[in-house]
C-alpha cells in the first residue's frame, strides 16, 4: 500500500486542520494506521491511531481531546482533525500502515513498514 499524506498548512494559535491520508495501490482493510509527527529538532512522536477493522482508536494522552482520528472505507482515507492548534504542535505530520502491528507496538515507528511523504503543520502565535 502506498500513503498519499495531504491537508497541512499554516494556521493561527487555536485554529483547526484536517489531515488526511490516501491509501493506493491496495486498501487499508487489516491494517493499523497511524499518525506520528516531528517538530524541528525533535524525535518522531507518537499523535494516534486507528485499527482499520474495528475503528479503535488510540491517542497519545496529551493530545487526546484536541485530536480525533477517523475513517473513511468508500474513500480508504484516514484523517486527523486538529482542534485547538497550538505553536507547539508545529512539525511535520507523517501517516503510517502496517498489517502486523500488535497491541503493545501500536505507538511506535518500528511497527509500521508503509510511510507517507509527510506533510507540514505550521501555527503562528
Known amino acids: 500500500v502506498q500513503l498519499q499524506a495531504s491537508g497541512g498548512g499554516l494556521v493561527q494559535d487555536g485554529g483547526s486542520l484536517r489531515l488526511s491520508c490516501a491509501a493506493s495501490g491496495r486498501t487499508f482493510s487489516g491494517h493499523s494506521v497511524a499518525w506520528f509527527r516531528q517538530a524541528p529538532g525533535r524525535d518522531r512522536m507518537f499523535v494516534a491511531a486507528i485499527k482499520w477493522n474495528s475503528r479503535h482508536t488510540y491517542y497519545e494522552a496529551s493530545m487526546k481531546g484536541r485530536f480525533t482520528i477517523s475513517r473513511d472505507g468508500a474513500k480508504n482515507t484516514v484523517y486527523l482533525q486538529l482542534n485547538s492548534l497550538r505553536p507547539e504542535d508545529t512539525a511535520v505530520y507523517y501517516c503510517?500502515?502496517?498489517?502486523?502491528?500488535?497491541?503493545?507496538?501500536?505507538?511506535?515507528?518500528?511497527?509500521?513498514?508503509?510511510w507517507g511523504q509527510g506533510t507540514q503543520v505550521t501555527v503562528s502565535s
Open positions: 503510517a500502515a502496517d498489517p502486523s502491528v500488535i497491541q503493545s507496538n501500536l505507538r511506535s515507528q518500528t511497527a509500521y513498514g508503509r
